[in-house]
T-cell receptor, first 116, second 115 residues
């Protein structure tokens, strides 16, 4: 079974530029998550989708970050404009149960963003 | 408040030594799940184990074992006879019934196993 796919793996941009990350979850997984992992810290949830609807985006900086999950499969996370503090690894995860507490999240390899 | 604390920032051991990674959690929920993930240098978080709040039975899987104690709110992870391939950052995480069941991660413990 293929795992969670993410692209690109690395991205370097200047501040105030825009950037987009793509995620393809494990086939059949209804729930998709985007996490931000700043160097030396644990991942922090940015947004959670159930199929193509947003379940939790309470920690998403909505003035610059946006995400969508069209057709309940692939997802895109966008930052516009980027700030220096957005430098981090952006991890995508997916899970198969309807956001129940027993649900296990499986993670992709992440996209490492460097903002100069 | 929901919180996970991994007090050990970095641990360095020599191969074949046993090592224990500590995890202390806080939650007001009576139903919750605890997880351990491994993050090797490649960056991908690899799921290791899930434990629910009603099951305090310790678990052993090969060289890995987990000790869950609700009385001390701890979920510690032990690697027996460590190997160089165990070198990674290990994260403990909490998932609770409220808050849409999101994972709350600790800051991680970086384990370096030297030959």
């Amino acid at each position: 079974e293929a795992g969670v796919a993410q692209s690109p793996r690395y991205k370097i941009i200047e501040k105030r530029q825009s950037v987009a990350f793509w995620c393809n979850p494990i086939s059949g997984h209804a729930t998709l998550y985007w996490y931000q992992q700043i160097l030396g810290q644990g991942p922090k949830l940015l947004i959670q989708f159930q199929n193509n609807g947003v379940v939790d985006d309470s920690q998403l900086p909505k003035d610059r970050f946006s995400a969508e999950r069209l057709k309940g499969v692939d997802s895109t996370l966008k930052i516009q404009p980027a700030k220096l503090e957005d430098s981090a690894v952006y991890l995508c995860a997916s899970s198969s149960v309807l956001a129940g507490p027993a649900d296990t999240q499986y993670f992709g390899p992440g996209t490492r963003l460097t903002v100069l | 408040a929901q919180k996970v604390t991994q007090a050990q920032t970095e641990i360095s051991v020599v191969e074949k030594e046993d090592v224990t990674l500590d995890c202390v959690y806080e939650t007001r929920d009576t139903t919750y799940y605890l997880f351990w993930y491994k993050q090797p240098p490649s960056g991908e978080l690899v799921f290791l184990i899930r434990r629910n709040s009603f099951d305090e039975q310790n678990e052993i899987s090969g060289r890995y074992s987990w000790n869950f104690q609700k009385s001390t709110s701890s979920f510690n992870f032990t690697i027996t006879a460590s190997q160089v391939v165990d070198s990674a950052v290990y994260f403990c995480a909490l998932r609770f019934s409220g808050g849409y069941n999101k994972l709350i991660f600790g800051a991680g413990t970086r384990l370096a196993v030297h030959p």
